[in-house]
């Protein structure tokens, strides 16, 4: 279980470190440059295509589609690894902000 989660954890680093650096970096060459964008905005796409706003009551596994929904003595946990309070989230946010400004595409900031 714990090397299961090791790997998903480092693999969302991964990919979270990637799309940080290749937003901030900005390459001169017109093809290079276009191929970037094209990686940068699949990374971004796929980040929004594959985060779940659900939350899951890990006692009674009830599915909450909004946390106003949710009681109070609920243990509740997101369902996806995007909305969850960690470090490489922060840092992934910070990429996908920079990718926002950068692409002029306001859902990458939502």
Not at 24 to 43: D, M
Not at 46 to 64: A, C, G, L, P, V
Request: with cysteine; aromatic share 12%; glycine share 4%.
């Amino acid at each position: 279980m714990m090397k299961c989660f090791r790997f998903h954890v480092a693999k969302f680093v991964y990919s979270t470190i990637s799309i940080c650096c290749l937003s901030f970096f900005s390459v001169t060459a017109g093809a290079q440059k276009e191929s970037i964008e094209a990686v940068v905005q699949s990374v971004a796409d796929n980040i929004m295509r594959n985060t779940s706003y659900e939350f899951t009551d890990t006692k009674t596994k009830k599915t909450y589609t909004g946390t106003e929904q949710v009681p109070s003595d609920a243990a509740i946990r997101t369902q996806s690894l995007y909305n969850r309070w960690e470090y490489s989230n922060g840092v992934m946010m910070i990429g996908m902000l920079k990718a926002a400004k950068a692409f002029n595409k306001e859902a990458y900031a939502g």
